[in-house]
């Protein structure tokens, strides 16, 4: 038996001694770890201890300011209520480092503390300042410095013990080390001789690999094809697109092609990944289908293609360019669903001072400006889309720096009631002064704040705007009704901390939330549909209203009315400008669903009668007045009603 153990230990001496060492490792750096979480508990008790006297001495400070200014007693109130909250959280945190008893004590001596500072506070509430001053010497300045006291020694006690944890840490560390440092030594001389065992099988290593490297030789056109070609269409990819348009460049003056699917993410969204990837392998073919043999069809990524034309110029890229427009334009079974899809493509075509960066990004300037003149068609690059580009990014940059000046100032158009012809409210409408431009109108720069995302930030501080002049005018207008009306974008209906975000302005502004209309647009709902039925069934339940702008202008629909629930439904200016019967329709259904109705455009007394007399309650428009700063909109406040005649 025990020759048996011994043949066994020697066999596997260096297994055993290494399973030691890390076991004594494995227990020396529990200790160690132990150690250094116990410092960490003490000195953080230490901390909170420390800032426990902090709030002691703030709260006591916070008895006397009383005395200056009687009217603050309420805040001084809440303010000791909020010191004494956190007071028992920090209290509560200590009692999880501390022991029980010495928790306990604290708590006692806290709680003694506290009963003689509100006796103080008591007598001067009564302006017994007098007795107040008694007590202060008497009781609270002693119990202060009593408690101040104690808390100290048990902060230097924690901190104390946070030393003595951290040197052994640091000693068990350094037995680690030494342990390691053995460890690696034998080990060493283990190795020196398990390096002559390794040189016996070199050989057949070194035949290992040759054998693997015969084998990527062998593999390297298919290494090299999936190192340059999109695994999905098996198209070329960025990397072997522009090395080609490179070549091309070199040898003449090719065309490039930029090809973006339109509404590619709503397909993706609606229908599934799966379907998304059976559209792009088909675009893929359809691409190639499309492009002569010489020419070079290429995904860059997501929906985007690029094609080379290598010769030819402009006349050769435009045929193509009509060639795969219409092929994108037959529908594509995806998986037993047909779905139609459009493709936007630019063209850029190369001069005798262009490079590959250029062409491209020049291609991807005239795909956007194909976009925005209606989508499935092309556009040929010139010179003044690049400028354009410039002065979009230069007014970005400006609307950038005006969200951190004074520029961004809104103008108000009154709401009027059209019976009693008193104004009930106002839209906030955005300005922009520009420094070297003038006032700019919010077609000029809403789009680039969306497209950049600055959308936000502005609509935030519209929203600041607004609430605060709607407050000082319900302020100075007591007992009336009055609500501000602020449009929200697509972008910020789309953000999911907008809830939080309008509570924080409409509480810092003092705004009740009743006195809040928040308008959003038909495009709106059919973007993200589900988020924005949430955010709008949110805002409803805090209390704002909510607006449905422009209705009839664009995705109408009663099914929006009823999935998307509402307040007030705001009639389109050329249904209120037309005399077609439609306007007395729409308000007619706005009654049946139980929603206000406020027709927008009125720029007659004629059509403000019309309006009326079909049952729409509110009115707003020039007739009654433009859009005003809020100076002139005051005036509006106090001159006389302008009422309707029967």
């Not at 103080?120 to 007795?131: A, H, K, M, P, S």
């Not at 342990?179 to 390096?195: E, K, P, Q, V, W």
């Not at 209906?493 to 809040?516: F, K, N, S, T």
Request: charged share 25%; hydrophobic share 45%.
């Amino acid at each position: 038996m025990i020759s048996a153990l011994r043949h066994g230990w020697r066999h596997n001496r260096w297994a055993n001694v290494l399973a030691a060492v890390l076991v004594v490792l494995a227990l020396v750096t529990y200790v160690n770890i132990i150690q250094h979480r116990r410092g960490i508990a003490e000195n953080q008790t230490s901390a909170r201890l420390q800032s426990l006297v902090l709030l002691l001495n703030e709260e006591s400070s916070l008895q006397w300011k009383t005395l200056a200014d009687p009217s603050i007693r309420a805040r001084v109130a809440r303010d000791t209520g909020a010191i004494r909250g956190r007071e028992s959280q920090v209290l509560t945190r200590l009692a999880a480092t501390m022991p029980a008893a010495t928790s306990r004590e604290l708590v006692g001596l806290i709680s003694d503390y506290h009963a003689v500072l509100d006796e103080q506070q008591d007598l001067l509430i009564v302006d017994n300042t007098n007795e107040a001053i008694k007590v202060e010497r008497s009781k609270t300045g002693p119990q202060l410095r009593a408690l101040s006291d104690r808390i100290g020694e048990l902060a230097e006690t924690a901190a104390a013990e946070a030393g003595k944890a951290s040197a052994t840490a640091n000693y068990v560390l350094v037995v680690a080390m030494i342990l390691t440092a053995a460890m690696i030594g034998a080990l060493l001389r283990r190795f020196d001789r398990a390096h002559r065992a390794a040189a016996a099988s070199a050989a057949e290593l070194l035949r290992q690999e040759r054998a693997a490297l015969q084998l990527a030789n062998e593999n390297a056109a298919t290494i090299r094809h999936q190192a340059e070609h999109d695994a999905l269409t098996g198209l070329p990819n960025r990397k072997l697109f522009i090395e080609r348009m490179q070549q091309a460049l070199r040898a003449g003056e090719p065309a490039v092609m930029f090809v973006d699917l339109d509404d590619f993410k709503r397909i993706n969204d609606s229908l599934g990944h799966a379907a998304g990837d059976a559209l792009l392998v088909e675009v893929a073919a359809r691409l190639r289908g499309s492009v002569r043999d010489n020419d070079t069809a290429a995904r860059l990524g997501g929906d985007e293609f690029a094609i080379l034309i290598e010769n030819g110029g402009a006349d050769t890229a435009i045929s193509v360019a009509q060639r795969i427009i219409e092929a994108l334009a037959e529908p594509v079974d995806t998986g037993g669903t047909q779905v139609l899809t459009r493709g936007s493509v630019g063209i850029a075509v190369a001069g005798p001072d262009r490079d590959g960066t250029d062409l491209l990004r020049q291609a991807d300037v005239a795909m956007y400006a194909a976009k925005n003149r209606g989508k499935g068609r092309f556009v040929v690059f010139d010179q003044s889309m690049q400028d354009r580009v410039r002065s979009r990014v230069g007014l970005e940059v400006d609307l950038r720096r005006a969200l951190e000046t004074d520029e961004i100032h809104l103008a108000y158009q009154p709401i009027v009631c059209l019976n009693s012809g008193a104004i009930v409210g106002a839209e906030a409408l955005v300005r922009w002064t520009h420094p070297s431009q003038g006032m700019l109108s919010p077609a000029a720069f809403l789009p680039v704040a969306e497209a950049s995302g600055l959308i936000l930030p502005l609509g935030r501080r519209v929203l600041e705007l607004a609430c605060a002049q709607a407050t000082r005018w319900l302020a100075d207008r007591p007992g009336n009704d009055f609500v501000i009306s602020v449009n929200l974008s697509v972008h910020q209906l789309q953000h999911r901390g907008m809830v939080e975000e309008i509570c924080a302005v409409v509480d810092g502004a003092g705004l009740p939330p009743a006195a809040l209309m928040l308008e959003i647009t038909e495009s709106a709902m059919v973007h993200d549909g589900e988020l924005v039925a949430t955010q709008v069934e949110r805002l409803r339940a805090l209390g704002f209203g909510v607006a449905l702008d422009d209705f009839g202008t664009g995705y109408s629909s009663i099914t929006h009315l009823q999935r998307f629930r509402v307040d007030q439904l705001k009639i389109d200016r050329s249904f209120v400008a037309a005399d077609d019967g439609v306007c007395e329709a729409v308000l007619r259904l706005a009654e049946l669903l139980g929603l206000e109705t406020v027709a927008e455009g009125i720029e007659t007394a004629e059509q403000a009668r019309r309006v009326r007399d079909f049952g729409c309650k509110y009115g707003q428009g020039y007739w009654f007045a433009k859009p005003v700063a809020p100076e002139a909109f005051q005036e509006l406040l106090s001159a006389p009603a302008r009422v309707l005649a029967a």
